[in-house]
């Protein structure tokens, strides 16, 4: 079993940034890569972002493209989600998944976080 747990969330104002963590307890053949996804109140959950443990292929949803980084730390197990230029809109809670491929499919995760509450304010 692979714990992941996230950290890093928080209240901010609108325009600031904020960076995610999700650490992984271990790594193992069936979790190739890892994604950040949001559920906001009244929502379904969405991907947000994806990356690839391997040669850190990365993929975004259209609406944080180019506000939102990720990147992972092989050494470390980890992987992060810099969120700059946040608005209102990205208040949710953020999970990370793994899964056995690079995916925005949120039913191809099959390990979870707890999730870390993000709340922007305007």
């Known amino acids: 079993q692979v714990q992941l747990v996230e950290s890093g969330g928080g209240l901010v104002q609108a325009g600031v940034s904020l960076r995610l963590s999700c650490a992984a307890s271990?790594?193992?053949?069936?979790?190739?890569?890892m994604g950040w996804f949001r559920q906001a109140p009244g929502k379904e959950r969405e991907f947000v972002a994806g990356i690839t443990w391997s040669v850190g292929a990365t993929f975004y949803a259209a609406s944080v493209k180019g506000r939102f980084t990720i990147s992972r730390d092989n050494a470390k197990n980890t992987v992060s989600l810099q969120m700059n230029s946040l608005k209102p809109e990205d208040t949710a809670v953020y999970y990370c998944?793994?899964?056995?491929?690079?995916?925005?499919?949120?039913?191809?995760?099959?390990?979870w976080g707890q999730g870390t509450q993000v709340t922007v304010s305007s």
């Open positions: 271990r790594r193992t053949f069936s979790i190739a890569a």
């Open positions: 998944a793994g899964s056995r491929s690079l995916t925005s499919r949120e039913g191809d995760y099959t390990y």
